[in-house]
């Protein structure tokens, strides 16, 4: 799907490119330190940013799983984020997070883009090139957020979203990868005179089955570059509208509408003989096959010399500054995440232990952290406890920065890092404050247990968990006006799995409950009314 705010361009003659931009200063990442690229055939690094749209409270779905032909459908209720998070994949992974996903789906992208595929469908006449024209443009991830919004649910929440969120203005490409099955379509993009370049995503769903998890990857990757190839002027082939002679419109076909045939053209995304035709069926022959990245389909993708054209025109004029380099070599990111506030503990509390996940940062081969203590209306001013890394050599993971430094409560620190690709120069630096307190009376929960349930709930509560992993796992209700508690569950051996289980509590008051659970020693709890 696209929204079309642009003036239509026609078919470029050639692929003009002159590259010369040196990014730009005002974009995060980008900076005058990134030399400017003289060789028009090097790669250009096209800045894009992943955001994870998440609801505010726990989400409960029934999900069909219909993606394994050797078994039947079977469905399930899942409880979770709805999404991936900092932490985990939302379904209880915590060794696959948003960060590494982002970076998982990005790189598939870039290998898409640098592996252009032979266009199958060809229109006759037209000369071809012997081997796929290469494509010199690749994704550089310059961020990865996290956002709990209600509002970007709502089904006219896309500009708003955008409004909200957007990062680096005209600089970076924001990919919004949310989780609405109300929404019909994979993905939608939008720009507007070149500018304001942004997508959404609603890719969740296929990771969310079992059997689709894997293949939901490539899917997801596939789909970004459909969704970008909009906002760098590409246009749907099937039509035969798309300002291309290289794509040949789709077969045209015998449409059965109920009762009647009409013709129409084809967006054959597979090979499928079972689809009706009267008597022209649509997707029966494999000439009759796409697996271009404009049209719909799940073939390892082609783009052609007119719509390759097409991208550079865009990026010479309005797009340029989405460029972020263009010099021959993969420019390093700095980018990680360290939650905050956090508590810091005596160690009979549990002590503190500061994480930096450095995942998201990409393309460095050596790091440099530092810190120190600042003044929350002061963060560039150091006021004590300096430490400096040094220049680490290899590739930042997740760091327990509590190691390297003594974090005291009530404080705030200044953390920044600095990343290096020693094959291409400029560094890049990130930086984040850190809130730390001495609440220690509620330690963060260990990873992905989810819970929810019927709100406001009657004789009946129905309860909705995802268990992790095994383990002991104590349901109750605590009436929070008499402190009084009913056990609903309690059991030792809870294995891990998305549960959904109806309590009869009709013998309770009415009022305000907390359901409590305990699981593995983690307390979780959601307060819940009693009509
Ligand atoms: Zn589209």
């Known amino acids: 799907m696209f929204f079309v705010f642009f003036q239509t361009i026609a078919q470029p003659l050639e692929n003009p490119f002159v590259c010369g931009t040196d990014g730009s200063p005002s974009g995060p990442g980008g900076g005058p330190e990134n030399p400017i690229c ?3 055939a090097s790669v250009r690094y096209v800045r894009i940013a992943v955001h994870y749209l998440l609801r505010e409270d726990t989400y409960v779905e029934t999900i069909t799983d219909n993606c394994n032909s050797a078994i039947p459908p079977y469905s399930f209720t899942y409880v979770g984020p709805g999404n991936f998070t900092e932490t985990n994949d939302g379904v209880g992974n915590p060794g696959y997070n948003g960060f590494q996903h982002a970076e998982n789906f990005v790189g598939i992208a870039n290998e898409m883009l640098a592996d252009n595929q032979d266009h199958w ?4 006449g037209v000369n071809y090139p012997a081997t796929p024209p290469d494509i010199n443009i690749q994704y550089l991830l310059v961020g990865v957020y996290f956002h709990r919004d209600d509002e970007a649910f709502q089904p006219t929440a896309g500009l708003n979203i955008h409004t909200k969120y957007d990062v680096g203005s005209n600089t970076v490409i924001d990919v919004y990868c949310l989780h609405y099955p109300g929404f019909g379509r994979d993905g939608e993009a939008f720009e507007f005179g070149g500018f304001n370049k942004f997508v959404f995503l609603n890719d969740y769903k296929h990771y969310l089955k079992p059997y689709c998890r894997e293949w939901s990857k490539i899917n997801t990757a596939r789909s970004m570059n459909h969704e970008i190839g909009h906002t760098l002027n590409l246009i749907h082939t099937w039509s035969g509208l798309d300002n291309c002679n290289d794509t040949p419109e789709g077969f045209l076909y ?14 054959c995304w597979t090979y499928d003989s079972s689809e009706p035709g009267c008597p022209k069926k649509p997707c029966d022959e494999w000439f009759k096959i796409s697996n271009n990245i404009m049209d719909y389909n799940h073939w390892d993708p082609a783009w052609t010399e007119c719509q390759i054209g097409r991208m550079n025109q865009n990026l010479l004029g309005n797009g340029n500054p989405y460029i972020h380099s263009c010099n021959g070599c993969a420019p390093s990111q700095a980018f990680f ?9 005596p160690p009979q509390q549990g002590g503190s232990n500061v994480i930096l996940n450095g995942q998201p940062s990409i393309n460095e081969n050596r790091y440099l952290i530092e810190i120190c203590e600042v003044l929350a209306n002061q963060p560039n001013n150091c006021i004590a406890g300096y430490f400096n890394s040094g220049w680490q050599i290899g590739a930042l993971g997740n ?9 005291q409560a009530n404080k705030v620190y200044r953390i920044k890092l600095t990343v290096d690709n020693t094959e291409c120069p400029g560094s890049d630096v990130h ?7 001495d609440d220690c009376t ?9 819970m929810a349930a019927t709100n406001p709930f009657g004789s009946n509560l129905t309860v909705y968990y995802n268990a992790p992993e095994t383990g002991n796992l104590n349901l109750a209700l605590i009436n929070l006006t008499t402190s009084v508690t009913t056990t609903l569950y309690n059991s030792s051996a809870v294995t891990a799995g998305f549960y959904e289980q109806t309590f009869q509590v009709g013998q309770l008051p009415s009022g305000n409950y907390a359901l409590r659970a305990i699981f593995n020693g983690g307390i979780y709890t959601k ?4 009509l």
């Open 254 to 267: 015998d449409h059965i509408d109920g009762v009647n045939c009409f013709p129409r053209r084809a967006n």
């Open 399 to 407: 760091i327990s920065l509590s190691t390297l430094y003594t974090f």
């Open 442 to 450: 509620y330690p963060p929960p260990p990873c992905c247990f989810e």
């Open 431 to 437: 930086e984040q404050l850190l809130y730390t307190t």
């Open 121 to 124: 469908r060809k229109t006759p």
């Open 38 to 40: 003289t060789d028009p």
């Open 337 to 345: 995440y360290v939650r905050s506030p956090q508590a810091v503990c």
């Open 527 to 530: 307060n819940i009314v009693k």
